[in-house]
DNA sequence: ATTGCTAGTTAACACTGTTAAGTAGCATAG
DNA sequence: CTATGCTACTTAACAGTGTTAACTAGCAAT
């Protein structure tokens, strides 16, 4: 009984700050209305987690995990490198744009958050990227792709999608664009990016 | 005179509040700091800047102005497409690592503040991207690139660039990885992503 | 019956953005 | 030369913030 209502609180609090930290973005995030929200003080949060800041990155965490979980499950499923790197790019997007506001407790909030997010964490956030090295490498060897070092490749077709994504999903885009459009050009372009030139096909 | 110190004021506090941005991040970030650091009450702000976000927005705008105005200068010195396209992306990107601070209020500080950014700044905000549409549409007409919506990619790459800079600043990189190798390998990556698929060279 | 631990509490500190009301200093008008 | 009004600020106050320290019910074990 004590040990469920343990888990229970603090699962209560992470529930409550994911919903405020959607609803209301950073800025309008504060402690005390998480207690509120769920009737307790708001110094009962100190006793689940450091403080705000490792309230916030438990958040980020438990998102990266989901969307890793994710895109490992898609990897298993497909065998041919460049395939496989586009059902990726694609489990990448539409999990940002299934859950954007998961997505965005990643990396909007996470910038100014990020140099004291701790390193313990940040080394299991990296499991989705492992994959994607295991899956250039996978094409290197096969011959169909040709990068130098995966380790790179792989870090830069993240930070492409990254890119595309917070383009859109921050707005940014310009208004007389075509959302579908933009993504879908520009994730085809980010993959042929990757596929070894051919001197062949017309 | 009067006119002068009205002017000084308003530089003071541009210039203390890019400065405690910078050294403290968003979070340590106060107008009462930035009033105390110019030897004046925290409601003088309010005599020039509609308030926080107004401050913080005309700050973004001023850093973008200036990377837009590198962006210019250096496009107006290539020819070729594809080579501006390259200039454009290491101009972009130099900024990027002299400025980084700078370059660091245009995005990272943005995220969550994009929300309230007023449209008529954003309209300005547009016009390296502009620059970039027009290369690339001048690739296509030369043939020298087949982009079907020169809009789009134009974006794309921007955002690809992006995404790059992004993960080199927030220190999402691998430390095994180096940064200048990487930059190097992704923007030639993103560089040719653009260039027409030859059917020659070996 | 008492000790000690658990899971919470209240009170307080030093901050924050923002608003309302007040005030020196000066320029002009009568 | 006084009075009005404007400019460029200030002080006081409100309602909120994260965080720390000290306290306290309720229960378990000695």
Redesign the interface.
Known sequence: MSEEQKISLRDKIIEASRNLLLDE???GFSLRKVARKIGVSATSIYLHFEGKDDLIHTLIDESIQKLNAKLAETASKEEDPVERLEVLAWTYTNFALENPREYLII??????E??RYPKEKFRKA?QG?ELLTETIEDGVIKGIMDE??P???S??F???????M??VL?????S??DQT??LE??IQ??I??FHV?T??D?
Not at 107 to 112: E, F, G, H, L, W
Not at 158 to 164: E, M, Y
């Open positions: 973005g950073y800025r990396y909007v909030v996470s910038s100014d990020m140099t990296r990227y130098e070092d380790r790179i490749a870090y830069t993240w930070a492409q999608l990254h890119g595309v917070s383009v921050t707005k940014r885009l310009d007389r664009i459009a933009f050009q520009a372009h980010i042929d990016g030139r001197s062949v017309k």
